[in-house]
């Protein structure tokens, strides 16, 4: 996949994929928004209940957050200093993300392909090295992986699904 050689021998490999009932032209802008202090990480509904509403991610496409470029940074959730920096930019289909924290080295690749005329595979595919435990990051982190990833799955259909879009 794209950006496999940012982390040429990972200790862990997460890979998830789920489909969207909307083309790629139009999830794209929702992963192009993702990110802390941007439009958050989407969740459904059920989930943002009970999150206080200033840090729910947004339920609109934003066009102020649809600007990326290789080499821009965006903030994760990782930590105070965690960042994510764009080394793969190809719209609408693949986003490719790295980062350093520490002894880590992580890359994050989004691919969004044509599943039929309105539908999107969507895959993403986490490598990381330099685990100190790689049992616990094997097991707990890919436990983590999927609970997130079923999480943005979700909130990703309320958000591209025509009868459940909410501006």
Do not use: C
């Amino acid at each position: 996949m794209p950006g496999d050689d940012l982390v040429a021998i990972p200790d862990v490999v997460m890979d998830r994929a789920f489909t969207l009932d909307a083309p790629p032209s139009r999830v794209w802008p929702w992963f192009a928004q993702l990110g802390r202090h941007r439009a958050g990480w989407y969740m459904p509904r059920w989930i943002e209940a009970i999150i206080p509403p200033r840090k729910r991610a947004l339920r609109h496409i934003d066009p102020s957050l649809q600007h990326l470029a290789i080499g821009d940074v965006i903030p994760d959730w990782g930590g105070r200093n965690a960042t994510f920096e764009i080394v793969v930019h190809h719209p609408p289909h693949i986003l490719v993300h790295r980062s350093r924290r520490g002894r880590l080295l992580i890359s994050w690749a989004i691919t969004l392909t044509d599943d039929t005329a309105e539908r999107t595979r969507v895959h993403l595919r986490f490598r990381v090295s330099g685990t100190r435990h790689r049992r616990l990051m094997r097991y707990g982190g890919e436990a983590i992986d999927l609970l997130t990833v079923a999480l943005l799955a979700a909130g990703l259909r309320e958000r591209v699904t025509p009868s459940t879009q909410s501006t």
